[in-house]
Nanobody, 125 residues
Framework: QLQLVESGGQLVQAGGSLRLSCAAS????????MAWFRQAPGDEREFVAG????????DYADSVKERFTISRDNAKNTVYLQMNSLKPEDTAVYYC??????????????????WGQGTQVTVSS
């Protein structure tokens, strides 16, 4: 069973940058496609970005394209989310998730088998 632990969330001013990390353990990290989701209070959990097992393909929500970058280091069992030009509407709890179909970086929550506990990102205006 894969365990996921996110880190890097904090309070930042609008226009600033953050890098989130998600460390995996307990399984073969390189066998999984990975994604980041986020959930703001009162909202549904939404897809942010996804990456295939070998980093050859990535996908982004329209709201974060050109601002966020997902990457992974299979040697370190870690997936990252670099967030630039942050906006107050990016405020949410950010979750990483693992999909056992290594090529599938789908945008649907139900496709992901393992989830982290989340890390809070707050962007002040």
């Amino acid at each position: 069973q894969l365990q996921l632990v996110e880190s890097g969330g904090q309070l930042v001013q609008a226009g600033g940058s953050l890098r989130l990390s998600c460390a995996a353990s307990g399984g073969t990290f390189s066998s999984f496609a990975m994604a980041w989701f986020r959930q703001a209070p009162g909202d549904e959990r939404e897809f942010v970005a996804g990456i295939t097992w070998n980093s050859r393909s990535t996908d982004y929500a329209d709201s974060v394209k050109e601002r966020f970058t997902i990457s992974r280091d299979n040697a370190k069992n870690t997936v990252y989310l670099q967030m630039n030009s942050l906006k107050p509407e990016d405020t949410a709890v950010y979750y990483c998730a693992a999909n056992s179909r290594a090529w599938d970086m789908g945008q649907t929550k139900s496709e992901y088998l393992y989830w982290g506990q989340g890390t809070q990102v707050t962007v002040s205006s």
